[in-house]
């Protein structure tokens, strides 16, 4: 059973480029976290999705990121007019379940690292 | 805010030693905290977890440590070894919660 799948894995984009984060979660799993880490930060969590839903975006900057689930294909984490701020690993995370057993049960991936020159 | 505190920021530690790295919250809420472990170039993998009715879990060298009182709980590795050498984050969630809030980490290395 494959993992939390993430692509790409390095990303370079000048500023003011957009940038698009995609993330395949487990097989049979349906709820999808982002979270983003800034160097020498812990994790900071962006939003959560279910497919074809976003149910807590919360953590997301209210400018140009944006996220979708789509009923078929990865959960895509979008970045536009990106500046250099936003330089940081951004993680996916995928649970098969919903609330604090969806915490439990948070599978990450390996990260997208994106650099903004 | 941060909403989990974590110390130290990084921690070296001689093979055999015994690592400690403490975690401190405030949100009387939080009800689940795991500890991650990520390697360079990785996400962050469970590592072990304990919920509050509990003051203690150990699984094989790695033990969790809460203090529900003080709102502490600490990663206690036994027999540290240089395969343990990563970076480790505390985090805490709240039942219902859709997310994890992390602490900062901390860089252990594990000399020979």
């Known amino acids: 059973n494959a993992g939390v799948m993430q692509n790409p894995r390095h990303l370079v984009r000048r500023r003011g480029q957009e940038a698009r984060l995609r993330c395949s979660p487990m097989?049979?799993?349906?709820?999808v976290y982002w979270y983003r880490q800034l160097p020498e930060e812990g994790l900071k969590f962006m939003v959560y999705?279910?497919?074809?839903?976003?149910?807590?975006e919360s953590g997301m900057p209210k400018e140009r990121f944006s996220a979708e689930f789509p009923k078929e294909g990865p959960s895509i984490l979008r970045i536009q007019q990106v500046v250099r701020g936003d330089s940081a690993a951004y993680f996916c995370?995928?649970?098969?379940?919903?609330?604090?057993?969806?915490?439990?049960?948070?599978?990450f991936g390996p990260g997208t690292r994106l650099l903004v020159l | 805010q941060q909403q989990v505190k974590q110390s130290p920021q990084s921690l070296i530690v001689q093979k055999g030693g015994i690592s400690i790295i403490n975690c401190a919250y405030e949100?009387?809420?939080?009800?689940?905290f795991p500890w991650y472990q990520q390697f360079p170039g990785k996400g962050p993998a469970l590592l072990i977890a304990?919920?509050?009715?509990?003051s203690e879990k150990k699984e094989g060298r790695f033990t969790i440590s809460f203090n529900k009182s003080a709102k502490q709980f600490s990663l206690h590795i036994m027999d540290s070894q240089p395969g343990d050498s990563a970076t480790y984050f505390c985090?805490?969630?709240?039942?219902?919660?859709?997310?994890?809030?992390f602490g900062t980490g901390t860089r252990l290395t594990v000399i020979p």
């Open positions: 995370a995928s649970s098969p379940v919903v609330g604090l057993a969806g915490a439990e049960t948070q599978y």
């Open positions: 097989k049979g799993h349906s709820h």
């Open positions: 999705l279910q497919k074809e839903n976003i149910i807590d």
């Open positions: 949100n009387t809420a939080f009800d689940y």
């Open positions: 304990i919920r509050p009715d509990v």
């Open positions: 985090a805490a969630s709240t039942s219902g919660a859709n997310n994890l809030f």
